[in-house]
């Protein structure tokens, strides 16, 4: 007859991923007059647990290569990007959220600038990223267990005819 016994372990309660594109306007000191390129680097986050869905802060900082007056000098301009995303995971079956979860964010593709111009004396620019959300909690199994031991398998040594001769010619049957 099979009982059942719980196990509580930690497991996934809720994945998903998320792409993000964001578009932003910088101003520079001096008008721009070609973009000659544009990365991110420095890029941080975390995520918690707001109100049943996850929120992410995070940061990353642009730099963007620009040159001007009339493409004769250039010069270098960087912003700290801060973003704060709000997300819904879907939780697995009858998974319940609390504070005591943990809450996994990961990079999928880092952010990267996809699109940069020039409009109106301004750099705008567009950044591309991909978030991998993790909510690991604890959780239940029920799992059936065996009350009946299987039987021991008897091992035997394995003897042959010369080993059996042998005891035979060194055991002294009068040591009694």
Not at 6 to 25: M, P, Q, R, S, W
Not at 109 to 127: H, L
Request: hydrophobic share 30%; glycine share 6%; with cysteine.
């Amino acid at each position: 007859m099979a009982a059942y016994k719980e196990i509580v372990t930690k497991a996934i309660l809720g994945k998903g991923k998320k792409f993000f594109k964001n578009d932003y306007v910088l101003t520079t000191e001096v008008e721009p007059t070609t973009v000659l390129g544009c990365w991110v680097i420095n890029h941080q986050f975390k995520g918690y647990e707001t109100n049943g869905k996850i929120a992410i802060d995070g940061s990353y900082d642009v730099n963007i290569w620009y040159s001007y007056d009339n493409n004769s000098k250039t010069s270098v301009v960087t912003k700290k990007q801060d973003y704060s995303e709000l997300v819904s995971v879907r939780k697995k079956e009858n998974a319940n959220l609390s504070s005591d979860n943990s809450i996994i964010i990961r990079s999928l593709k880092q952010p990267t600038c996809t699109n940069v111009n020039i409009v109106n004396g301004n750099i705008e620019y567009t950044i591309e990223k991909e978030l991998g959300i993790e909510i690991i909690g604890e959780t239940k199994m029920k799992i059936s267990t065996e009350d009946d031991e299987e039987p021991w398998d008897i091992i035997e040594d394995e003897v042959d005819e010369k080993i059996e001769q042998e005891i035979d010619d060194n055991v002294e049957e009068k040591f009694i």
